[in-house]
């Protein structure tokens, strides 16, 4: 089935974090506030060992930046509290964290190029291996988040699902505007976003990262312009 791999790594995010919400329930404050300082040291280690990729920094700098003018207009991350005040209404817990924990655990998952690569591979070859590593990834990272962040961390997988599903079934009109280049500079953007979650993660930063998250597709815009004229 050509949503095989889709539906994997969807289900290690959802049971990652449901597994990782049963145990923050046995956790400390104290020792919730070291895993999350942990985890973001390996998120940061994550977001750097993908900065290489990136093969054209000028395609790079204006993408995050139209990208955050644009998310900036949208106030995209204020569509996301949104969301996260719907589903802390729907399970009757008002935590702030169920917010971070949606929105971390959603632009980690979903920005990265192995979306991207997986759903093309997919799609077109019915080619599952580059979503089975990804769920491995994904399920451990997302596991750790959940245990100081909680069910928040869960609804990613629904995001996660609809996303990939999307680029998975049009593969075929997609791959006609990806290169290797293009995939190149779009990983290396989803990495600098995963740094700054790190860096909010470790409260180094607090930075609204969701209004960047339409960047990492931006490449495919430009070099395509490029390519036109």
Do not use: W
Not at 205 to 212: C, E, G, R
């Amino acid at each position: 089935m050509i949503l095989t791999g889709v539906i994997v790594n969807s289900l290690s995010v959802l049971f990652g974090s449901l597994i990782g919400s049963l145990f923050k329930k046995g956790i400390s404050k104290k020792m919730s506030n070291t895993l999350m300082s942990g985890l973001g040291y390996c998120v940061l280690y994550i977001g750097i060992s993908g900065l290489k990729t990136g093969s054209d920094i000028l395609v790079i700098i204006l993408s995050i930046s139209i990208g955050a003018i644009i998310g900036e207009f949208l106030d995209i991350d204020k569509r996301f509290n949104q969301i996260a005040i719907i589903i802390e209404e729907k399970i009757n817990n008002k935590n702030h964290k169920i917010a971070q924990g949606f929105m971390n655990s959603t632009i980690f998952v979903c920005v990265g190029a192995m979306s991207i690569v997986g759903s093309m591979e997919s799609g077109m070859q019915g080619n599952f291996d580059t979503f089975y590593a990804k769920s491995l990834i994904d399920g451990v990272v997302v596991f750790v988040m959940a245990t100081t962040l909680g069910i928040g961390c869960c609804f990613s997988a629904v995001i996660a699902f609809i996303y990939q599903s999307v680029l998975t079934l049009s593969a075929n009109v997609i791959s006609q505007f990806l290169e290797v280049t293009i995939i190149n500079d779009i990983s290396c953007i989803g990495s600098i976003l995963i740094i700054g979650i790190s860096l909010n993660m470790l409260q180094i930063t607090n930075v609204k990262i969701a209004n960047f998250i339409i960047a990492p597709f931006l490449p495919i815009l430009i070099y395509n312009t490029i390519d036109f004229f």
